[in-house]
């Protein structure tokens, strides 16, 4: 950064919190990874928009949610680490929709869904991330996915500039998307690989952008039905999922026609073990953080996993969660 530290705590009126080498383990449903150089916490979307328009043009940024689809390898991450969670936390009724800010939690969201007697908002409750978090994700279980419902989003770019956009400016697939821009490029929203560190950051060359905000649409529906339903997926998730263990979700996509944690089983990979992180015994597309796991004990698993299912069946996994930062 070109910016000196006196200078970066002289941003008078800005109003979020500042914080540096800030341990993302805080920030991530692993409780494990690197540190941030530079964390922010928004007090509200003016203040972050404030923040990214007086940030240095070569600073990297990265928005995080709630950590649970996200590993921060132990070298840490260069740049400002933006702490969306909380932090953009509006969420309202415009007239039948909602508008909801990206720091907002999917229980909340669900929960007031069916507070609005709306339906179809069941399944975010179930989802332990944030809204900002669904949408780079397009997360989704039982059926449903969170792009079925936008009805538009609000971004910003990196230089602070705030945007509508209406979801066919997007290409939505099975946990991706990407924005397909005016050059006609798919610009990548999503990282999967070995150039994850690379593609999650935005730089100032970059139109990637943030989510802010989204329009949300339900159905009209019966309260009492969406609160049982919420409770049922709660019931549902606690008996097949290692919750009690700090975990990112399914590690790995379910290649087409197939489940991971049903190939991964089946290779004989529950309870394989390196380091503190270990393929879950309750359910195989998990790795749980068993005790003091780094971030690479994780990334190894993940590796090792990938290329047993591969030698074994043929079959090729691709991470769902997002690796970011430097090795150590
Ligand atoms: C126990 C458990 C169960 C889970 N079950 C499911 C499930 O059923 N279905 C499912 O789809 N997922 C599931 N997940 C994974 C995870 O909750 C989702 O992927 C969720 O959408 C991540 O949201 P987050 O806010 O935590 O995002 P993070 O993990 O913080 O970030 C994930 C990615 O999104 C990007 N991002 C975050 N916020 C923004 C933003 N505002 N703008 C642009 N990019 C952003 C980050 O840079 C990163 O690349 C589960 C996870 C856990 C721990």
Redesign the pocket.
Known sequence: MNMSEPELFSMSGLRGELRRNEPMSRHT?WRAGGIAERTYAPADLADLQDFLRRLPADEPV?????????LVRDGGVRGTVLL?HGALAELRMEGEHIYAQ?GVAGAKLARFAAANELCGAEFFA?????L??????N???YGSETWDKVLRVQVLTRSGELIERMPGEYEVGY?SVRRISDLGFGVCQEATHADAAKS?ILNPRSSEE???AAWLQFERGDVEAARQQIKALMEKRSAS?P?QQP????VFRNPPGNHAAKLIEGCGLKGRRIGGAQVSEKHANFIVNAGGATAADIENLINEVKATVERQTGIELHPEV?IVGEKA
């Open positions: 449903s990265l928005a995080v949610g709630l950590g649970s689809n996200l969306m990206a179930g989802i332990p991330g944030t900002g978090g669904m949408l780079a994700m997360a989704g279980c946990r999650e943030l989510f802010v999922q919750l975990n990112a979700g399914s997002r």
